[in-house]
């Protein structure tokens, strides 16, 4: 069921539903997350089941401030700590080394954990009364089936799970796109996900460069959300091109192109009116914003195809260029 986020007595609900060990939908500012008692193995192994994903594959912790980072890491250095001052709560995780016996079914059995400390005002309320039930975290990956397109609305949240589910609901996400996830624990800040931070906003927010995860060989690097080749793919086989490739490719097919959607920044032109043509944002904010909800709604209208222009090479355009290329991989 979608309650209002903004209402104090369904936040409260949710939150007796998370103490009762149950799962929870709500909204971040980057997608909507399934959210479960971080410190309880069984409430954590119903969001993998729930999802269908790997229980070695760690989720991302959700905090209400960052003073609760001392409850989760047994280290957290200068330069982590530097990131969190300057851009939590907001769109960054960062992975710390995990205390002994702390929230090892949320990390994946791995000795670090992924901490958060979202900014949307209803993820605000929902952690502060677990936090009152005396939860400390919330667990929480994307309120999807693993793999699929990530959830920006409630909407989208109660298509994968259902009614029963209880679904916080704060409106469309703001970013539209998962955190930038940034490894603190080889010594060194690492850039394991990008997302909407530039690699030039992290490097001021911590004071030194950002490497890549092949920079250092991934040497040590720990296992992450959403870094898979294959992720954020919809049912329909999603295709990236270049914008002449693109039109060569309808004016061949011509008249008889059907069942295949367009995203792209360019105009194209369409003799076929079976074609699907969605403009994409010159801004990459704004295309963040829209671009789960874009490939949902392509789904939905059962195209079999989506060809999509290549993001520009710009470091703004970094976090949509991943989540395309997770899409299209095979």
Known sequence: MIRDGRDAAAVAEAANVIRAGGLVGFATETVYGLGADASSDSAVAGIFAAKGRPSDHPLIVHVAEPAQVAGYAVDVPPFAQRLMKALWPGPLTVILPRQPGVAAAAAGGQDSIGLRCPAHPVAQALLRACLG?????????????????????????????????????????????????????????????????????????????????????????????????????????????????????????????????????????????????????????????????????????AVKLIWVEHPPPAAGWDGVRDRLGRAAAD
Do not use: W
């Open 133 to 301: 039930l005396g939860i400390a975290g919330v667990a929480a990956p994307s309120a999807n089936r693993f793999g699929r397109v990530s959830p920006t609305t409630a909407k989208h949240v109660a298509e994968e799970f259902g009614e029963a589910l209880l679904v916080l609901d704060g409106g469309p996400c703001e970013v539209g796109i998962e955190s930038s996830i940034v490894d603190c624990t080889r010594g060194r800040p690492v850039l394991l996900r990008p997302g909407v931070f530039t690699r030039a906003q992290l490097e001021a927010a911590c004071g030194e460069p950002v490497l890549d995860n092949d920079e250092l060989r991934g040497a040590g690097a720990p296992r992450a959300s959403g870094t898979l080749e294959s992720h954020y793919a919809p049912n329909a086989k999603v295709r990236l091109m270049d914008a002449a490739a693109i039109q060569a490719a309808l004016d061949l097919l011509g008249a008889d192109a059907a069942h295949i959607a367009v995203y792209a920044r360019s105009i194209v032109r369409i003799q076929s009116e079976k074609v699907v043509y969605r403009r994409m944002p010159d801004d990459p904010l704004a295309t963040a914003r829209q671009l789960f909800a874009v490939l949902r709604g392509f789904d939905a209208l």
